[in-house]
């Protein structure tokens, strides 16, 4: 079936250093791809998406590509902030469009 | 405009009782799914509705039921509670199902049974 992996945390980075996190997926058809961030105590909030293969999702310094050569999504920043910390989920729909499954999440801890 | 709305909270139940959860999408959406959160892991589907009527349904047992009303609010029901359906529950809404339809999510009822 449809799955979701990521790279097990945490992820311990300095203040302004490259943040990548690896998302690779085993779907068929052609999913939507997803990262969703969830903030201590809080729900998820949607951090960018794309939609067909190439497509470059982007938001908040954040970017993703939709690579499905590699049937990968990484999650990648230039220089993060403190306020950066927070768990981290990559999801994508399944085929008939009326669920996301996630992954298992990986904390991202970011220290000044 | 307000955004997606879960009552209530935090509950806490013991083994063998029931409970209902609530959910109000945003304005205009027309679809509710309902996930399964437990601590340290990502969400797991349980249902969506869409327009009233059941379009999807996760790897739960019976227990777990769902309803959606004429005004899209949704509630969540689970019989015969289990230690193990302690977990944060959270709602999503979204427009229309499909799989290209953003789906924005509630800050969840964390269940807790004792």
């Known amino acids: 079936g449809d799955s979701v992996t990521q790279m097990e945390g945490p992820v311990t980075l300095s203040e302004e250093a490259f943040l990548t996190i690896n998302c690779t997926y085993t779907?068929?058809?052609?999913?939507?791809l997803f990262w969703y961030v969830q903030y201590p105590g809080e729900g998820l909030q949607l951090l960018l998406k794309a939609t067909k293969a190439d497509d470059k999702g982007s938001n908040k310094g954040f970017e993703a590509t939709y690579r499905k050569e590699t049937t990968s999504f990484h999650l990648e920043k230039g220089s993060v902030q403190v306020s950066d910390s927070a768990v981290y989920f990559c999801?994508?729909?399944?085929?008939?469009?009326?669920?996301?499954?996630f992954g298992k999440g990986t904390t991202l801890s970011v220290s000044s | 405009d307000a955004g997606v709305t879960q009552s209530p909270t935090h509950l806490i139940k013991t083994r063998g009782q029931h409970v209902t959860l609530r959910c109000s999408p945003i304005s205009g959406h027309k679809s509710v799914s309902w996930y399964q959160q437990v601590l340290g892991q990502g969400p797991q589907f349980i249902f969506q509705?869409?327009?009233?009527?059941?379009?999807g349904r996760g790897n739960f047992p019976d227990r777990f039921s769902a309803r959606q009303f004429p005004n899209y609010s949704s509630e969540l029901n689970v019989n015969a509670l289990l230690l193990g359906d302690s977990a944060l529950y959270l709602c999503?809404?979204?427009?229309?199902?499909?799989?290209?339809?953003?789906?924005?999510f509630g800050p969840g009822t964390r269940l807790t049974v004792l």
């Open positions: 779907a068929t058809g052609y999913p939507s």
């Open positions: 999503a809404s979204s427009q229309q199902s499909g799989t290209h339809n953003e789906q924005f």
């Open positions: 509705y869409y327009e009233k009527e059941e379009r």
């Open positions: 999801a994508l729909t399944n085929q008939a469009g009326t669920a996301l499954i």
